[in-house]
Structure formats: C-alpha cells, structure tokens
C-alpha cells in the first residue's frame, strides 16, 4: 500500500538588508495543496450524458488508521430549504467500493473493487438516506476506499449531501457534507460574480 506523501515543513533563512544592516528571515513554505490528516471527504459530479444524475465520491481512511467496526451514514436534502422531491433518491444498483491509493492532493489510482458485504447497505424507504454497515470491510492494516454511488437529480436544484463516518476504534467520529448544483446554477453564480459595467449618464 502507497504510503501518505510527506508533509514536511521547511524553513528556509532569506537575508534582508535594513538601513545597511543585515536582518534574517525566517520563512514557513509548506508543501502545496497537500492534505492534513483526514478520515472522510466527499464531493459529487456530473454523470456523462445525462444531467438527471450525480455521481458521488467518498474518501474514507486518507490517513490510514487502523480502524474498526467502520460505519458510514448518508443523507440528502435541498440545500436551499423546503422538502425534497420525492423523485430525488439513491440509486441502489450504483454503489462501488474500491481500495485505492491516494496521492497528496487526494486523487485517486489503483482501484481495486471490493464487494460490500451482503445486507450491509441499508437505503431509506423514501430513497433520501442510507447507513453502509463496513464492519466486515478490512481496514485493520490503514486500508484506504473510495466509495462511489449516484443519486438521481432535478436540474437547478441545490442537492446537499451530508454524510458520517463511525467506527468501534481507532479513529474519530467524521462528518463532511458537499452541495451539487446544476451547470445553469454554476453558471449563473459565476456570472453574478462579475463587476457590472459603469453606466454613464
């Protein structure tokens, strides 16, 4: 297994001159876009060739402690309020695990799947939440996952997707969530972020 990249911190002396006296600086550079110490993240993405679905990622055990009884709970919402369309669900036939490694900035290679254990996953009658049972998944040894699924999705809508993570030992209790908008709503946020133009009387 691809061990966490090194975040060593260095500190270089740069020399300045003052009034003509020599002056030292000491200056912290850490590595660039590296990750601390993390236990879950998530985001989500478009699924190619249709915009009524998102694709979703969970990283699990980035810091590879050696965990376990590890269970991972989910749960979707409008994030701009009110209830949630019934049409908006998990998919149950999408869900993936695969052992991965990661490198320093998170990206993922190397995936390996890995079956999820008969009635370890457990969808919601209304399709809006799951719990994922992994005590029976090995993270014993700082194994690493990438968790996959898709959920449907109503263009220009604000899906949030807040998810928990949980084990019986050798890690904290984790929680991460992440809002997928639609390419319109991007689009329109991107441009309500531009300066208007002057207009001259």
């Known amino acids: 297994m691809t061990a966490t990249p090194s975040t060593q911190v260095i500190t270089p002396t740069l020399t300045f001159g003052v009034n003509g006296t020599a002056v030292p600086l000491n200056m912290i550079v850490r590595p660039k876009n590296t990750i601390g110490q993390e236990w879950l993240n998530k985001w989500g993405g ?39 369309p019934a049409s908006v669900t998990y998919i149950a036939n999408s869900f993936h695990l695969y052992r991965a ?75 991460i969530g992440f809002t997928y908008y639609s390419k319109q709503l991007r689009r329109r946020n991107r441009q309500s972020c531009r300066p208007h133009p002057h207009h001259q009387g």
């Open 46 to 84: 478009p699924v190619t060739g249709t915009e009524s679905e998102v694709l979703w990622y969970v990283r699990l055990n980035y810091s590879a402690a050696n965990m376990t009884g590890v269970e991972f709970s989910d749960s979707l919402s409008d994030r701009n309020g009110g209830d949630l």
């Open 101 to 175: 490694d990661f490198d320093g900035t998170g990206n993922y290679s190397n995936l390996q799947e890995v079956t999820i254990p008969n009635g370890a996953l457990s969808i919601a009658a209304d399709g809006h939440s799951y719990h994922l049972n992994l005590s029976g998944v090995d993270f014993s040894q700082g194994q690493r996952y990438l968790l996959q699924y898709r959920t449907t999705f109503i263009p220009g809508m604000a899906l949030h997707n807040y998810g928990v993570l949980t084990n019986a030992g050798g890690a904290p209790r984790s929680e």
